[in-house]
């Protein structure tokens, strides 16, 4: 089954104020059946600049709770669309550079 994988993250500053929120697309993967409680693998988020990004330095792998699995029944093919935990970068703190 085709799966669209999505993860909500909150861009904060240093006195946890709020910058952005960003609905980050983690891409269309074909994988087996999963349920909320799952965990999948992937590399952590970082920020360059205002963009959220993957941190691909090495040994940055984190593991992520499915949290909601959503199927839109109104578009065709029907699309189903997966929810890992939210997360929280702080700018200053999670900045990856140019990697």
């Known amino acids: 089954m085709k799966y669209s994988i999505s993860q909500s993250v909150k861009i904060v500053d240093m006195n946890d104020e709020i910058m952005a929120e960003v609905l980050f ?3 269309d993967f074909e994988l087996s059946a ?3 409680g799952s965990s999948v693998i992937t590399n952590e988020l970082g920020l360059r600049q205002f963009d959220v990004v993957y941190d691909r330095r090495e040994g940055k792998k984190q593991r992520i709770r ?3 699995i959503e199927i839109d029944l ?3 093919p029907a699309t189903t669309r997966v929810y890992l935990e939210p997360r929280t970068l702080i700018i ?3 900045d990856v550079g140019e990697v």
């Open 92 to 94: 200053g703190q999670h």
């Open 25 to 27: 697309d983690h891409g």
């Open 74 to 76: 109104i578009t065709q």
């Open 66 to 68: 499915i949290v909601d």
């Open 34 to 36: 999963l349920a909320v």
